[in-house]
């Protein structure tokens, strides 16, 4: 069937079976590899993307279900450079960055929190990160970097 959606702010239209994960055609239609496949039942948060928002196991969402919506992938995140934005240089600044599985879907949970709440506590970027496994770091620099990050975007808007 035919699905149409927007994909880091372009129109997309995909010709898929209709049982087609949303990860399935993010990765092998339209190459976007950034989404990484953990273990395909919504446990680890590796598949995490935006979804008009939201964060979201795109292993477990059918690409019908997508259509007319917006996605935000890892590829979508970037600093108008093009180079890493504020979080991402955080977590590179913090070591919150081992093997990497686990990261794209780490950066968009962290974007999804910081855009519903710019003042978190250690707690609530705990139970943000909750449902993205990492099994490298320990966590513990994941959520410095997270609340860096949150802090300096407070200090920018005060400062203009
Ligand atoms: S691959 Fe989707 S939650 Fe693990
Ligand atoms: S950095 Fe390896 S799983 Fe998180």
Redesign the pocket.
Known sequence: MKIEFTVNGAPVSVEVPANATLLSVLRDVLGLTGTKEGCGIGECGACSVLLDGHLVNSCLILAPQAGGRQIVTIEGVRAADGGPNDLQQAFIDYGA???????PGMILAGEALLAANPRPSRGDIREAIAGNL????GYQQIVDAIQATALRRREKSKHG
């Open positions: 960055v081992q093997c990497g599985y686990c990261i990492c099994r490298c770091t």
